[in-house]
Every structure is written in C-alpha cells, then in structure tokens.
C-alpha cells in the first residue's frame, strides 16, 4: 500500500473519531443543559400557596365576601336584637300581670266579727265577718276560734270546703257556722264561757263578743270554712 493511501485512511479514522468524540459531547450536553424534571417539594409548596382552607387568612380576605364578616355581624345584631327586646319587654308584663288585682289577707284591723246564736239547727252559732276596711281582702280558709281558755282550735267540717278562699270587699261579709256542742247530749268535758277570740294569718286577733250569757261547748265544737251565703254556713 501507498504511502499517500496510509496517510489517507488514518486522516479517516481521526476524522471519524473526532465526529463520535463530538457527537457525544453534544449528547452530554443536551443532558447537562435539559429542563430538570419538577422537584417534588416545590410542586407541594406551590400546591400549599395556593390551597385556600376553610377560616384561613386567603379565605377571609376573598373578593365575594361569602365568608367574611358581614355574615357573622348580621346574625349577631340581629341576636343582640332579639335579646334586648324579649328580655325586657318579657319580664316586666310578667310581674305586673301576675301581681295585678291580687287581694291581700284580712287583718282584725280590717274586719269585725260578730256572734249570734242560730234559730236552727239548735247549739250552733253564726258568726259574721265583715270588711271594714277600704280594701278588699281575703278571709282565712276557716276560723281558728278559742272559747275560752281553750289550748286547740277546733276541726273543720271538711264538707263544707268551698271552692276558693271567701274574698270580701270594703262592706261584704263572709260567714261561718258554728256547732257548740252535741245536741243529745254525747259531748264530753262541756264548760260555759263568754270569750272568744279569732287570730288572722298576720298575727293579729280579733276578739268577739258572744250572745248574753255566753256559750256552752263540748267535745262535738266544729266550725266550718267560711262562706259567702250565711245558709251555707247553718247546714253542717
């Protein structure tokens, strides 16, 4: 082989081997200088940035307005409202009407009571309590009377338990009926007295005064609640 041939063929060579070095360091280099795939850290940032939670600051300060203030200071004026004017309004009516035209408990100052035996039935005493006063009361349900040097009050005659307390006003009176003692004799530790005195749920006391002569009494002493209508009185 030529000289000149040799020469040429390893002219060749370097040149194609200076074409792969070239090749691959432009390879290389387009591997160096590409676009780097996303970083995972900052695609979760840029995701937190832009998340808007619900209450958070991004979410307060958004253009509609759905969830800012306006909405929370409506509803509480308009509770503050409600309250104002039901608390107020409420509680007052509701001690006037419940205190209005309500009347107070007789006192001995208010009413007199007087005694009077009665034609029928035979041993029992009426007694009359009326409103003296310039203000209409109530009686007690019943009269708590003590003849005498009595130590009890004597029972009640539950029959004649009327519906409601006998209310009197200025002028009215009320009435009670009285069995002294038993008509055939049955009684036991009977006396005589001419005092009798009435307490009222106050404290004070009334004293009446009895027929002439005063009055017998016996185990079988019974009153009855006090009433409107003297009849009503007389049948127990």
Request: hydrophobic share 30%; aromatic share 4%.
């Amino acid at each position: 082989m030529s000289a000149r041939r040799i020469t040429r063929t390893r002219l060749f060579a370097a040149t194609t081997v200076a074409l792969a070095a070239l090749s691959l360091t432009a390879c290389e280099g387009d591997e160096l200088t590409g676009s780097p795939a996303p970083d995972s850290a900052t695609s979760a940032t840029a995701d937190v940035n832009n998340a808007q939670p619900a209450g958070s600051a991004k979410g307060d300060t958004d253009k509609s307005g759905s969830t800012g203030s306006t909405g929370s200071d409506g509803s509480n004026g308009s509770a503050g409202n409600d309250k104002a004017s039901g608390s107020g309004s409420g509680s007052g009516s509701g001690s006037d009407d419940s205190d209005a035209g309500v009347p107070g408990e007789c006192s001995a100052s208010d009413v007199r009571i007087t005694a009077a035996n009665a034609p029928r039935p035979i041993n029992h005493l009426l007694l009359t309590a009326t409103n003296t006063g310039a203000k209409t009361c109530s009686l007690p349900q019943y009269p708590a009377a003590r003849f005498g040097e009595a130590q009890s009050v004597p029972p009640v005659a539950e029959s004649s338990k009327p519906q409601s307390l006998t209310t009197l006003a200025p002028g009215e009176s009320g009435y009670a009926g009285v069995r002294l003692s038993s008509g055939d004799g049955s009684g036991e530790n009977g006396y005589e007295t001419n005092t009798l005195t009435i307490p009222f749920e106050d404290g004070s006391i009334a004293t009446v005064k009895l027929p002439s002569g005063g009055v017998y009494v016996d185990t079988a002493l019974t009153v009855t609640y006090w009433q409107t209508d003297a009849s009503n009185a007389l049948e127990y």
